[in-house]
């Protein structure tokens, strides 16, 4: 059960072909789904300030246009499924890599892959990396773009628990996936992007 | 002073050179011909014209007819600079941008070097301003053109890393900080690469024709220096701004990158 203060609010959020409106609340995760192309990257980026859209959207009753969209992006945090690098090693990337060692490893990779080369990076790896240097940041809502879609059973596992803990933390979290078994098992609620509209599975 | 005067006909056999180029073009299959031939009737008609117009601008030596002179080669400048860019930016952005970036550096540091260093009477004389504006504008221009070039491909290439650290909360100046650098490097190079070979590798152009016309080297040295001087500061000045106006362009007040703002020309 859930109070009605909700950690993040979308009202009417349109962006190209997507309009969606609900609500998200602290320590929940929802699952996003819906075919290839039908808008689910398009409404977290929205979400996330990183395209323009029409529409409200507020974090514990804050707008995003009340505060600077840095900051906005710093609290509600989108993570692609393909990030991008802009420096040479993985330790380049992150503002305190001694703090994200922990995250590092419980996704089981060596506290050594501060000085990787970014180009001799796996996919899986970068995905990884990727995920810990925005769940590093500490963001009160995460908005997760098929967070383990290159990675093996026992990677995802692993990240499936590490998210879990942040939602048991109060972290919101919003996560788009395929896989409607992973779906069931992450998330409290489910909703379909369908022709534009986002509508909520029945439980 | 005294040099040896060529007249239109002197310059026929060295045309030859550049038949000699088609003709290689043709044998090797390398489709420059037409380019080729194209370039070199502009580059005649051109110069044949604007020997034609300087020789009216000097006798005039008239600030109005040096300064329509001068805003008309800003203007060929400016459209040079949209023309060369792969992906310019949309509406009147690229030829806007090119034009007050080209017009803003070169007339700042030519009128910099006419009231300081030459101080011709009139300050605006022509036979000063324009050949020293002419050679200001075309190294800016170059400048310009690259450093845009290589920021807008740079932004799409490196999409991802820039919109990552979008994502992770780093403002737009810092985002895109690698690919600005870049782009004023790739701006830069050629003024200084040309810089570093001069006088060991080549001789400029302007000095060698000092000296067929009968200047001491020594003296056309010294205005080669100027002139030198004179082109890294426009050149520097031109693309920092114009780089600099390209990444505000090309993100917005939210901090969002905005590669809707660019026209795709992939056949260029």
New interface residues.
């Given amino acids: 059960m859930h109070c009605d203060n909700a950690l993040l609010e979308v009202r009417s959020l349109v962006r190209l072909h997507v309009d969606a409106s609900f609500k998200l609340h602290r320590g929940e995760c929802i699952a996003l789904q819906g075919a290839s192309g039908s808008g689910k990257t398009l409404l977290l980026r929205a979400i996330?300030?990183?395209?323009?859209s029409e529409g409200t959207v507020t974090l514990d009753g804050a707008t995003r246009e009340s505060m600077?969209?840095?900051?906005w992006?710093?609290l509600v945090?989108?993570?692609?499924s393909?990030?991008?690098?802009?420096a040479d090693t993985v330790r380049q990337h992150f503002a305190a890599w001694e703090e994200a060692v922990p995250l590092v490893e419980e996704l089981g990779l060596p506290s050594s892959s501060a000085e990787w080369n970014i180009q001799r990076l796996s996919t899986g790896e970068r995905q990884r990396l990727?995920l810990v240097?925005?769940l590093a940041?500490g963001s009160p809502v995460l908005l997760l773009d098929e967070p383990t879609s290159g990675l093996d059973a026992g990677a995802t596992a692993a990240v499936e628990a590490m998210i879990a803990k942040r939602v048991k933390a109060g972290t919101g979290v919003i996560w788009v996936t395929h896989d409607a078994d992973q779906a069931r098992r992450v998330a409290s609620r489910r909703f379909i992007i369908k022709d534009g509209r986002m509508t909520e599975e029945p439980a | 002073m005294t040099y040896i005067r060529l007249e239109y006909g002197d310059l026929l056999l060295p045309a030859l050179l550049v038949v000699m180029n088609g003709v290689c073009s043709i044998a090797l299959q390398l489709r420059l011909e037409r380019q080729l031939a194209i370039a070199t009737v502009r580059m005649v008609v051109q110069l044949a014209l604007v020997g034609y117009v300087l020789t009216f601008l000097f006798a005039a030596a008239s600030p109005l007819w040096t300064a329509l002179a001068a805003i008309v080669m800003v203007l060929f400048a400016s459209q040079e600079i949209g023309v060369r860019q792969k992906r310019p930016l949309r509406g009147g952005w690229s030829y806007g941008l090119g034009a007050a970036c080209t017009l803003m550096a070169s007339a700042t540091v030519t009128t910099f070097a006419l009231l300081t260093q030459l101080r011709p009477d009139p300050w605006y004389n022509p036979r000063y301003a324009l050949p020293l504006l002419g050679m200001i504008l075309g190294n800016t221009m170059t400048g310009i053109s690259l450093g845009l070039d290589v920021l807008t491909n740079g932004l799409v290439r490196?999409?991802?890393?820039?919109?990552?650290?979008?994502?992770?909360?780093?403002?737009r100046y810092h985002a895109l900080l690698?690919v600005t650098r870049d782009a004023l490097r790739s701006g830069l190079m050629p003024t200084i690469n040309s810089m570093a070979a001069m006088g060991l590798v080549s001789l400029p152009g302007m000095m060698t024709g000092q000296i067929l016309a009968g200047v001491e080297p020594i003296d056309a040295v010294k205005y080669q220096l100027l002139v030198m001087f004179l082109i890294v500061g426009g050149t520097g000045l031109g693309t920092l701004v114009a780089v600099v106006g390209g990444a505000y362009r090309l993100t917005?007040h939210?901090?969002?990158?905005r590669l809707d703002r660019l026209v795709a020309r992939p056949d260029t």
């Fill in positions: 996330a300030d990183l395209d323009p600077p969209a840095p900051a992006r710093r945090t989108f993570v692609t393909e990030p991008g690098w802009w990727g240097r925005a940041l | 490196d999409r991802a890393a820039v919109e990552a650290r979008l994502a992770l909360g780093d403002d690698p917005d939210r901090h969002r990158l």
